[in-house]
């Protein structure tokens, strides 16, 4: 008895064997028009300003692109200036630092497969100019409303009842917000401070956290976003490495440097919670902060 099989008998039809043949030879074969990596839409080198702008590559990332919304010229175009503003488009659009290339793997290239384009999302600031959040400060406004938040307490209190307290319990606080940490910092403050302190200190403690943004956001941004992660971190902390907490280790610092594409506000108003329980008055901030970064104006809510 011979070994293996008789792959005609065994269909019985010969036409459904030579159809199956196809079938796969039809995978496996390699496009001449589309190359290999076509297939799982790979491009084997940089695309866009001053990349190498192979003929094969450039196929793919301008039909990647068109998937997303961004228009290009035609296909058998032998220019690249088109992709070029295309990709510094799709990079505003998805909070990703703004290079006009794309590269094999890079942050642009998977957020370009997986077809997701932040500029559909609800109120998402594509008018204002942005900048390199490393340069900028906050705003007045943001200041204001910074301010109209937290708001000026002359005597310590609870920050979870807002009653004025006679001795240190932890969220005791003062001022513009300031945090007071232990039991002889509150002694200090136990007879109350100034505005004109008050003012002072919440100067001098808004420079930690503007720092922390100015550093930790990698893409361009608009002011009022700007000021609106200012605002946030000035209240959740700029990052503890204990607790893996602040803005270094969260979702939000995530999206905007387009390292994630989970739901920015989703993401934002996950900071309603103050020791354990879920605060009215922080889920109104989260609220107004978001509205402030998609430019929706500086008002309390």
Same mark, same amino acid.
């Given at each position: ?128 100019? @942005? =900048? ?15 301010? +109209?938040? !937290? $708001? &000026? ?13 006679? @001795? =240190? ?15 002889? +910092?509150? !002694? $200090? &403050? ?112």
């Amino acid at each position: 008895m011979a070994l293996g099989f008789d792959a005609a008998d065994y269909f019985n039809d010969r036409f459904l064997f030579i159809s199956m043949l196809e079938s796969i030879l039809s995978i496996l074969i390699i496009s001449s028009t589309e190359g290999f990596y076509c297939m799982d839409r790979l491009i084997k080198s940089s695309v866009g300003f001053r990349g190498t702008n192979n003929e094969h590559d450039l196929r793919i990332v301008r039909k990647l692109l068109s998937e997303n919304g961004f228009r290009t010229m035609a296909s058998d175009s032998n220019t690249h200036k088109d992709v070029v503003r295309a990709l510094t488009a799709f990079q505003k659009t998805n909070f990703i630092y703004v290079t006009g290339i794309v590269m094999p793997n890079c942050t642009t290239f998977k957020t370009l497969k997986q077809k997701i384009n932040i500029i559909n999302r609800s109120g998402y600031d594509s008018v204002h100019p @942005r =900048y390199s959040a490393c340069n900028m400060r906050p705003s007045q406004d943001c200041l204001n409303l910074m301010r +109209q938040y !937290e $708001k &000026y307490q002359q005597y310590p209190y609870d920050d979870q009842t807002a009653k004025r307290i006679n @001795r =240190y319990c932890k969220g005791a606080t003062v001022g513009y917000g300031h945090l007071i940490v232990n039991a002889q +910092q509150f !002694e $200090k &403050y136990r007879n109350g401070m100034s505005m004109s302190e008050a003012t002072k200190l919440f100067n001098k403690n808004l420079e930690e956290f503007v720092l922390a943004v100015q550093q930790c956001v990698k893409t361009r941004v608009s002011q009022n976003e700007f000021d609106a992660l200012v605002m946030l971190t000035y209240n959740i902390g700029s990052g503890n490495d204990r607790k893996r907490s602040g803005l270094f280790y969260s979702n939000v610092l995530k999206i905007v440097n387009g390292e994630s594409v989970d739901d920015l506000y989703s993401a934002w108003k996950l900071y309603t919670i103050s020791q354990g329980n879920v605060m009215n008055g922080l889920i109104h901030r989260r609220r107004s902060e978001y509205e402030v970064f998609v430019g929706k104006g500086y008002t309390k809510i």
